[in-house]
T-cell receptor, first 113, second 117 residues
């Protein structure tokens, strides 16, 4: 089955700097890769996603890149702000998994002001 | 994004009692909903897939008689933790699966914190 590895487990950046979180997946048949932001005591919030027919997607300060050959995808946050501090989860899925998401272990992002 | 609600947001109960958690998809119909469990500082663990009008599909190791799931309508799924014990204390999160052609996506509820005394 699918396995998703996420790095780093914790990331501290200075406000205004960029943050990059990387995930690798094992099943080349996976074709959908969402990223979720989870604040303390809340449910995960979808922040951006990408499908396998696209190499990059951007939404304001957030971007995701996908390398299908290497089977990895990354979340890029530019001009970080204190409110970006949260836990970020990547996930992967495909039709053969019944669209069930396989999550990475999560990254704690701390933005220092 | 889409709105998914959960009720209650937190619940404290005595050991041996049953607790029902509701998950509602407020702005779209969902034939499929998912139930997750999350322990502190850990990732989400899928418990079961809830299908409207049919039996839920449970992940390996999840007791279906302990975690009863009912997907009675296209906007409501319920999870009942039966005969709860302290080890069932956790953060329970549901998600609704939105199918919209190319943009199939899961949207999560705010979670329910269960504490069993």
């Amino acid at each position: 089955g699918e396995n998703v590895e996420q790095h780093p487990s914790t990331l501290s950046v200075q406000e205004g700097d960029s943050a990059v979180i990387k995930c690798t997946y094992s099943d080349s048949a996976s074709n959908y890769f969402p990223w979720y932001k989870q604040e303390l005591g809340k449910g995960p919030q979808l922040i951006i996603d990408i499908r396998s027919n696209v190499g990059e997607k951007k939404d304001q300060r957030i971007a995701v890149t996908l390398n299908k050959t290497a089977k990895h995808f990354s979340l890029h946050i530019t001009e970080t702000q204190p409110e970006d501090s949260a836990v970020y989860f990547c996930a992967a899925t495909g039709m053969e998994y019944g669209n069930k998401l396989v999550f990475g272990a999560g990254t704690i992002l701390r933005v220092k002001s | 994004g889409a709105v998914v609600s959960q009720h209650p947001s937190w619940v404290i109960c005595k050991s041996g009692t049953s607790v029902k958690i509701e998950c509602r998809s407020l702005d779209f119909q969902a034939t499929t909903m998912f139930w997750y469990r999350q322990f502190p500082k850990q990732s989400l663990m899928l418990m079961a897939t809830s299908n409207e009008g049919s039996k839920a599909t449970y992940e390996q190791g999840v007791e279906k008689d302990k975690f009863l799931i009912n997907h009675a309508s296209l906007t409501l799924s319920t999870l009942t933790v039966t005969s709860a014990h302290p080890e069932d204390s956790s953060f329970y999160i549901c998600s609704s699966y939105r199918t919209s052609g190319y943009t199939d996506t899961q949207y999560f509820g705010p979670g329910t914190r269960l504490t069993v005394l």
